[in-house]
């Protein structure tokens, strides 16, 4: 018997990787990921492990050529398709006094636009169904602010917009739309750009109720948990995953 679909923007490293072998135990996958480099490949070899058959897509989510790439993988799996994971995004770290607004437009553009194209190129396939999961993937930093990312904030912020109307407007279609709000989340990059490493880890664990950091995997197991039957009831929702860093 096929297997039903799911597709993950963002999935060569980081919580996207993560997304996807989680996933990979139940659908198989429309993958995208920046570059063709070894990061995806690893991804790749670790999900077909898993059973998934796989497609993967590679190039910047705001370029058209990517779309349409995307487009056509979904228009191949219409049939099957149940699952959009939005993951992808970029979060340049940019004083508000330094931010030019082609920059603020850039991160709008990938941080949110690419979002909404990725969800209108999946609605067709999930309406004639009757049944689908649009799961996007946001930021705490929408509930506490921070310094230099005020773009980020913004658009992240405005997904969270995104994902409350489309619930109203595609619930009766039998699709839910949520997002996953990450917390600190420790990737491998984060050891290159932080300058004092053990001393952010120490502030961070300050502001936890829980005294660990989140893991790509803590982010995986609630968009698993999205995706499932059991959260056929769940719609137009922020589900936080921080460790009680933010409560609201």
Request: hydrophobic fraction near 45%; charge should be negative.
């Amino acid at each position: 018997m096929a297997r039903p679909v799911a597709i993950v923007t963002g999935a060569g490293s980081g919580i996207g990787a993560a997304i996807a072998a989680r996933l990979a135990d139940r659908y198989d996958l429309i993958l995208t990921h920046l570059h063709d480099d070894p990061d995806l490949h690893n991804v790749l070899a670790t999900v077909e492990q898993r059973g998934a058959a796989t497609a993967a897509i590679t190039g910047d989510l705001t370029d058209p050529m990517t779309i349409d790439t995307l487009a056509h993988e979904v228009e191949h799996a219409a049939d099957r398709l149940e699952v959009l994971v939005s993951n992808a995004g970029a979060y340049p770290r940019i004083p508000w006094t330094s931010l030019d607004l082609d920059t603020f437009r850039e991160q709008i553009e990938i941080n949110l636009i690419t979002h909404a194209a990725c969800a209108q190129l999946v609605t067709p396939a999930l309406t004639t169904r009757g049944h689908g999961r649009i799961i996007t993937v946001s930021s705490v930093l929408t509930q506490l602010g921070r310094v230099d990312l005020a773009a980020y904030i913004a658009a992240k912020s405005g997904l969270e917009g995104l994902v409350r109307a489309l619930a109203r407007e595609l619930g009766p279609h039998g699709i839910t739309v949520n997002c996953v709000r990450a917390g600190s989340i420790e990737v491998p990059a984060e050891h290159a750009v932080v300058p004092d490493h053990a001393a952010m880890i120490a502030r961070q664990l300050d502001r936890q109720c829980i005294k660990r950091r989140g893991h790509p995997d803590d982010i995986a197991a609630a968009v698993d948990f999205l995706a499932s039957p059991d959260a056929g009831f769940i719609t137009g929702q922020c589900l936080t995953i921080d460790g009680g860093w933010c409560m609201t």
